[in-house]
C-alpha cells in the first residue's frame, strides 16, 4: 500500500539554525501539505501546495517558512532561522483531490 | 482557535462493546469530515470520511454519523478491539484542503 515518508525522524538543531524537513509524498497525489503538532496541543495546519504553488497558509507558516517540491517526487519544508517555539512534531501529508488527506509518521523536531 | 471540538479526552471501552467518540463543530463552511487514528510516535491514520450532503457513511466496523443542525458527528466502532486503542481525531475542511482538527480523544480498550 503506497505510504507517505518523511525524513529524518527525529531532527535535533540550535536556534538560528536552518532545517530542512523532507517528505515523499505518495506518487499519484497533486495536493501536499505540512502540518504540525507541539507537544500536547492540536494538530495545526501550515500551508498546502499544489501545482508548484502555495495553495493556502496559515498565520504560523510566516517569512522563515518556505516549501518546495524540487522534483517530481520530494516535497521539503525548510525553516530558515529556526526558534525553540518550533520544536514540534510536524507532518506531511499528501492527497489526490480535496479528499482524504493520507500523513506520514513525522519528523520531531528539536530546538535547542 | 475552537472550530472543531472534542470534549471528552478519554474513553475507556470493554472489548466486543460499542465505542462511540464524538465531536461538535461551530464553523458553518465546514462541508467534509474526517476521522483520524493516531498511535504514539506515528503520523494520523485516516479512518472515514462524510459529505456534509449524508448523514452516514459505514466502512466495516465503523460508522460515521453527521447531524448538521445540531453541528456534530460521531464515530461508532462495533465491536471494539484491543488494537483500537488509540487517539482518534476529528477533522473538518471546507472551501479547501485546510484540515482543522479536535484535540482527540484516548480511547482504551480494555480485553
Known amino acids: 500500500e503506497p505510504e507517505v515518508t518523511q525524513t529524518p525522524s527525529h531532527q535535533v538543531t540550535q536556534m538560528g539554525q536552518e532545517v530542512i524537513l523532507r517528505c515523499v509524498p505518495i506518487?499519484?497525489?497533486?495536493?501536499f501539505y505540512w502540518y504540525r503538532q507541539i507537544l500536547g496541543q492540536k494538530v495545526e495546519f501550515l500551508v498546502s501546495?499544489?501545482?508548484?504553488?502555495?495553495?493556502?497558509k496559515s498565520e504560523i507558516f510566516d517569512d522563515q517558512f518556505s516549501v518546495e517540491r524540487p522534483d517530481g517526487s520530494n516535497f521539503t519544508l525548510k525553516i530558515r532561522s529556526t526558534k525553540l517555539e518550533d520544536s514540534a512534531m510536524y507532518f506531511c501529508?499528501?492527497?489526490?483531490?480535496?479528499?482524504?488527506?493520507?500523513f506520514g509518521p513525522g519528523t520531531r523536531l528539536t530546538v535547542t | 482557535d475552537q472550530q472543531v471540538k472534542q470534549n471528552s479526552p478519554s474513553l475507556s471501552v470493554q472489548e466486543g462493546r460499542i465505542s462511540i467518540l464524538n465531536c461538535d463543530y461551530t464553523?458553518?463552511?465546514?462541508?467534509?469530515f474526517l476521522w483520524y487514528k493516531k498511535y504514539p510516535a506515528e503520523g494520523p491514520t485516516f479512518l472515514i470520511s462524510?459529505?456534509?450532503?449524508?448523514d452516514k457513511n459505514e466502512d466495516g466496523r465503523f460508522t460515521v454519523f453527521l447531524n448538521k443542525s445540531a453541528k456534530h458527528l460521531s464515530l461508532h466502532i462495533v465491536p471494539s478491539q484491543p488494537g483500537d486503542s488509540a487517539v482518534y481525531f476529528c477533522?473538518?475542511?471546507?472551501?479547501?484542503?485546510?484540515?482543522?482538527f479536535g484535540a482527540g480523544t484516548i480511547l482504551r480498550v480494555k480485553s
Open positions: 477533522a473538518a475542511s471546507g472551501g479547501g484542503n485546510k484540515l482543522v
Open positions: 462524510i459529505s456534509s450532503i449524508k
Open positions: 501546495f499544489y501545482n508548484n504553488e502555495i495553495s493556502e
Open positions: 506518487s499519484n497525489h497533486l495536493y
Open positions: 501529508a499528501s492527497s489526490s483531490g480535496i479528499d482524504e488527506q493520507y
Open positions: 464553523n458553518s463552511m465546514f462541508d467534509y
